[in-house]
């Protein structure tokens, strides 16, 4: 059980850092060619126009990136907002189906039996109590992660 949430992190954690490291050579290179770009475009409107219409183009230039930028990172934001919502939803729907294992329920069984009810009894209380702790403080914190640092 345990082995395959933790293949599933190591996958994901390869995953997320072969695509962000793919995603910072992709920025990098544009922002190279946005360079070059306004470079270009400064030198044609300076020879053509003159210098204050120059830095005008330059400064809508920059202007309709930062648009672009800006929508693109609401984009982002409203899809991570929709997979979080997804994810509680999907969290939600399989926590039960967890208690319901017959294979979960068979080693709960064997651990009572070789332990003991007397034995077990403060073993669960306590337990019971770390985990209304922890249900309570993961309650807070999914409210707040729901939307990303900006």
């Not at 400064?59 to 979080?84: C, D, H, P, V």
């Not at 019971?128 to 702790?133: K, M, P, Q, W, Y």
């Amino acid at each position: 059980m345990f082995q395959r949430i933790i293949d599933g992190i190591s996958a994901s954690t390869g995953t997320t850092v072969r695509l962000t490291s793919l995603a910072a050579g992709a920025a990098f290179a544009l922002f190279i060619t946005t360079c070059f770009l306004c470079a270009a475009a400064f030198i044609s409107v300076l020879e053509k126009y003159g210098p204050v219409q120059a830095c005008l183009a330059g400064a809508g230039i920059f202007f309709l990136l930062t648009l672009a930028a800006a929508g693109s990172y609401w984009g982002y934001k409203r899809e991570m907002r929709k997979r979080a919502r997804i994810a509680a939803e999907r969290a939600a729907k399989a926590a039960p189906s967890m208690l319901a294992d017959p294979m979960l329920i068979a080693t709960g069984l064997q651990i009572v039996r070789a332990i003991g009810v007397k034995r077990l009894l403060p073993i669960l209380a306590i337990g019971s109590v770390a985990l209304g702790i922890m249900a309570s403080r993961a309650g807070t914190a999914d409210e707040t992660s729901v939307e990303p640092a900006e």
